[in-house]
């Protein structure tokens, strides 16, 4: 494996937590459902342990959390482009259609979150030692988390456009209700929710 290569993916993926705290503030504004509302919020308080818990990693392997990288410096672009889009569609003056572009939003930041555990966990398979042992160690205690982030959160953009369309809607999603952690257990969900109406 190379190792410059993985000091990157860490970089990433602390970068894309930071991203994702600020997404979550902004999207949790942009929140009309209650229920929408308590599960970012719960989410949020995760990523920014996220944040602590790549921070950690980053001192096992003896990497600068602070360093940047030409790739940070293309996630913190994509997160504020996202951050961006959030203002606009609350200046739009239409609170349905911002719910919309914050859940849209998050699942595009989640999308890019969940891929770097996906690989940090493949690497933490490959890796020897001490490298070994932090990344498994930070892989454990995420993994199921970002599952739900990204999962749950799709549920609930795809809910919420079939709202606005003046179909009937599963809210809170299928994903959220079967407490979904695996791409099969989203695909199920996703059929069943026909069943659910
Ligand atoms: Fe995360």
Redesign the pocket.
């Known amino acids: 494996m190379k190792s410059e290569q993985l000091n990157e993916l860490v970089y990433e993926a602390l970068e894309?937590?930071l991203g994702?705290v600020k997404v979550y503030e902004l999207a949790l504004s942009c929140a009309v459902n209650p229920d929408l509302k308590e599960e970012w919020s719960e989410y949020l308080k995760?990523?920014k342990r996220?944040v602590e818990i790549v921070r950690e990693l980053c001192e096992a392997l003896s990497l600068d959390p602070d360093e940047e990288t030409p790739g940070r410096k293309i996630v913190r672009h994509n997160a504020d482009c996202l951050l961006e889009a959030m203002r606009l569609a609350k200046q739009g003056g239409d609170p349905a259609a911002a719910e919309i572009v914050a859940a849209e939003s998050v699942v595009t930041a989640?999308t890019k979150?969940h891929q770097n555990?996906e690989l940090l966990g493949e690497a933490a398979k490959k890796a020897k030692g001490e490298t070994a042992r932090a990344l498994k160690k930070a892989h454990e205690e995420?993994e199921d988390?970002?599952d739900e982030?990204l999962y749950h959160t799709t549920g609930w953009a795809r809910e919420l456009w079939i709202q606005s369309l003046g179909l009937p809607a599963v809210l809170p999603p299928p994903e959220e209700e079967k407490d979904v952690k695996t791409a099969i257990g989203a695909a199920r969900a996703k059929q069943a929710r026909s069943e659910m109406l």
Do not use: F, L, M
């Open positions: 894309t937590e994702g995760q990523t996220h989640e979150d555990w995420v988390e970002e982030h």
